[in-house]
């Protein structure tokens, strides 16, 4: 569904990512480990469309989709749960989720939209309950599920998830995990950037391992659990 080839970006004169590469088969998740600064967040970034690249190619559904504007990216099936969340704090819960409805908000798509915010609730349950409530005033693990809910209102083929665990108790950590896997189970493509390199290697299929803006291991998910290196430098030994 998704390749990448020789992509490399940079923010002025410091080089982010070096030539990497990267596929993301159709119905899997697939995960990028690795420490902060790595280079993990301008990927999903230069992805998605928020960044301009240096070089490379960025083929989806076998169309490059390098330079595209973000909304048009949005438009062909790629929605991003951004780092930090960067929920519209002011506005409710409500109006945060209907926002993910941008490109296809109009009257005659009522009916649907209401029905998508309907199956919303049922995975994110919390939501509903504070459906009027102020998105500032949720807990970190509620507006992650905020946010991520807004992502699936642009009904992505494609969904790109940064940092997911980032600031969240353990306990809805999991609960963000489990969601993650119904998604893909439902049929939902996933590329997960994630610090927390366990939880990601039991949810992903095919993981990659950046450091330093380069792709230094890859490999079956589960086949990198066991990975002497990577238990020595991710999971703590």
Request: aromatic letters at 4%; a positive charge; zero cysteines.
């Amino acid at each position: 569904m998704l390749r990448i080839d020789g992509l490399s970006a940079s923010y002025g004169n410091i080089q982010v990512l070096k030539g990497i590469s990267i596929q993301v088969p159709k119905g899997k998740v697939v995960s990028i480990i690795g420490a902060n600064g790595a280079g993990k967040t301008t990927l999903l970034k230069s992805i998605s469309g928020l960044i301009k690249i240096q070089e490379g190619r960025i083929v989806y559904k076998e169309k490059d989709i390098a330079g595209r504007p973000a909304s048009r990216i949005v438009g062909l099936g790629i929605s991003q749960v951004p780092e930090g969340r960067q929920i519209f704090s002011h506005l409710s819960v409500q109006d945060n989720i209907h926002l993910g409805a941008f490109l296809y908000f109009k009257r005659r798509n009522r009916l649907e939209i209401q029905k998508r915010v309907e199956r919303l609730y049922e995975i994110f349950p919390v939501l509903k309950d504070r459906t009027k409530q102020i998105a500032g005033t949720l807990s970190g693990g509620e507006q992650q599920m905020l946010a991520i809910a807004r992502a699936l209102m642009g009904r992505p083929e494609l969904l790109l998830m940064d940092e997911p665990s980032m600031g969240i108790a353990p306990l809805i950590v999991r609960e963000i995990f489990d969601v993650i896997q119904q998604l893909n189970e439902a049929g939902t493509t996933i590329l997960l950037v994630e610090q927390n390199a366990k939880a990601a290697l039991k949810v992903a299929h095919h993981s990659y391992v950046l450091e330093r803006g380069e792709i230094v291991l890859e490999g079956l998910a589960k086949e990198l659990l066991d990975n002497p290196k990577i238990k020595e430098v991710y999971l703590g030994g």
